[in-house]
C-alpha cells in the first residue's frame, strides 16, 4: 500500500487548528478524466459558466475545465435518484426506459452491481449518450466534490506553519478488473510541491484532558496513527516549554514493521526519552500468528488499570472500527483483574 505523509505550508493564511481537528481536502478530479469527458461531451475547455462558490455565498465565472476539475464530482458514484434525472434527457426510447428501470425498485438488483463495479457519472454518461444534458443543467444535476477529512497529525505548537496528514492511496480493482482510485487521495498522492490546495477544518471527538498531567492511552491502527502522533507532539511542545505533563502509553497495530511503522523513529525516540511511556506495537503480518493491538492491550492489564483507573486517564481509538469490541473487552478484563471491578 501507498502510505505517505504530506505537509501544508500555511504560511501567509489564516489557517489554525487545534488537536484533534480534521482537516477537509477538496480534491480535483485527475487531469486526464476530465480531458476525456470534454471531448467525448463535445465541450470547449475554455468556454465561461457561472457557478456558486464551494462555501454557496457566491457566484464564480470559471471555465468548463476549472469546473470539471475543481467542482463536479464526474468521477463519483451516482445514486439511484441520480438514474431517474437523467432519464428525463435521454431522446431515445430503450435508454429512457433503462434508466428509469435501474432508478425503480424493480432494478435493484442491477443497480447493486453497478455500485460495486464503481460505476462513475462518467461512465454513465458514455453508456447512455442519448441523455445529453447541457453544460449548465449539467452543473446542476451532477453533485459537487466534497471535502475528504483526514485527521490533523501535527500539533500546530510544534509546526507554527504548517499542517501535517498520513494518507493511504485508495485503490482497488472492480470487479470487471479495472483499476480504480479514491479521488481525494489519488489527488493529493499526485499534488506537485507549490499547488495551492482549498481546505476547510472539521472539529472532533479526539480531544486532550484539559489537565495535561493526565495519562492518556492511545490505540492506532494504520493511518489511525495520525491524530496521536499530535497528541504526542502537543505534549511535547508543552514540555519543553517547562509544562508538566502526564505518562502517555501508544498501542500501534500495522501489517508490517519493514513497510508500514508508520513515523516509527520518532515514536521510538519519544519512548527513549520518557515522553512517550508506554510503547507496544503488533504487527499482524510480521510472525507466524496474527498479534493485534488487542493482544497487546490484554497484555498489558496493569499499564490500563494503573493509568485509567487508578490515574483518571483517557483512552483514545482511531483507526478502522473491526476492533473495538475486542479492545473494550481487553480493558474491561483490566478492571476486572487488576482493578478489582
Not at 496528514?165 to 498522492?189: D, S
Not at 498489558?300 to 475486542?326: R, Y
Request: with cysteine.
Amino acid at each position: 500500500r501507498n502510505v505517505f505523509h504530506i505537509e501544508f505550508d500555511t504560511s501567509n493564511t489564516d489557517l489554525t487548528y487545534r488537536i484533534g481537528e480534521a482537516l477537509g481536502v477538496y480534491g480535483h478530479n485527475d487531469a486526464t478524466d476530465v480531458s476525456e469527458f470534454i471531448d467525448f461531451y463535445g465541450l470547449n475547455a475554455h468556454d465561461t459558466v457561472k457557478i456558486r462558490s464551494h462555501d454557496g455565498t457566491k457566484m464564480e465565472v470559471r471555465t468548463v475545465e476549472q469546473v470539471l476539475t475543481q467542482y463536479l464530482d464526474i468521477t463519483g458514484r451516482p445514486t439511484r435518484r441520480f438514474y431517474g434525472a437523467l432519464a428525463a434527457f435521454a431522446t431515445d426510447e430503450k435508454e429512457r426506459a433503462h434508466l428509469e428501470k435501474l432508478a425503480s425498485a424493480e432494478g435493484g438488483a442491477e443497480f447493486k452491481k453497478r455500485v460495486a463495479a464503481t460505476v462513475t457519472f462518467m461512465d454513465l454518461f458514455k453508456e447512455f449518450q442519448s441523455a445529453h444534458p447541457t453544460f449548465t443543467e449539467l452543473c446542476e444535476i451532477v453533485p459537487r466534490i466534497k471535502a475528504r477529512h483526514y485527521s490533523i497529525a501535527s500539533s500546530q505548537k510544534m509546526h507554527a506553519n504548517s499542517v501535517h496528514l498520513l494518507v493511504v492511496l485508495v485503490g482497488w480493482t472492480n470487479p470487471e478488473g479495472k483499476q480504480r482510485y479514491g479521488q481525494c487521495t489519488n489527488y493529493l498522492v499526485n499534488l506537485k510541491p507549490g499547488t495551492e490546495v482549498t481546505v476547510d477544518i472539521m472539529p472532533s471527538v479526539l480531544q486532550l484532558p484539559e489537565d495535561h498531567t493526565k495519562p492518556i492511552v492511545m490505540a492506532g491502527l494504520g493511518t489511525g496513527m495520525a491524530p496521536f502522533r499530535a497528541f504526542i507532539e502537543e505534549r511535547a511542545a508543552l514540555y519543553s516549554r517547562g509544562v508538566k505533563v502526564g505518562p502517555m502509553a501508544l498501542y500501534f497495530g500495522s501489517r508490517s514493521q519493514r513497510m508500514e511503522y508508520l513515523y516509527g523513529e520518532e515514536l521510538e525516540a519519544y519512548h527513549a526519552s520518557g515522553l512517550l511511556t508506554n510503547l507496544q506495537c503488533a504487527f499482524s503480518r510480521d510472525g507466524p500468528k496474527k498479534v493485534y493491538i488487542q493482544h497487546k492491550l490484554q497484555d498489558d492489564a496493569e499499564v490500563l488499570s494503573d493509568m485509567l483507573q487508578a490515574k483518571g486517564g483517557s483512552f483514545f481509538l482511531c483507526g478502522p472500527t473491526w476492533p473495538a469490541g475486542d479492545v473494550e473487552d481487553a480493558i474491561t478484563a483490566a478492571f476486572k483483574n487488576v482493578g478489582g471491578v
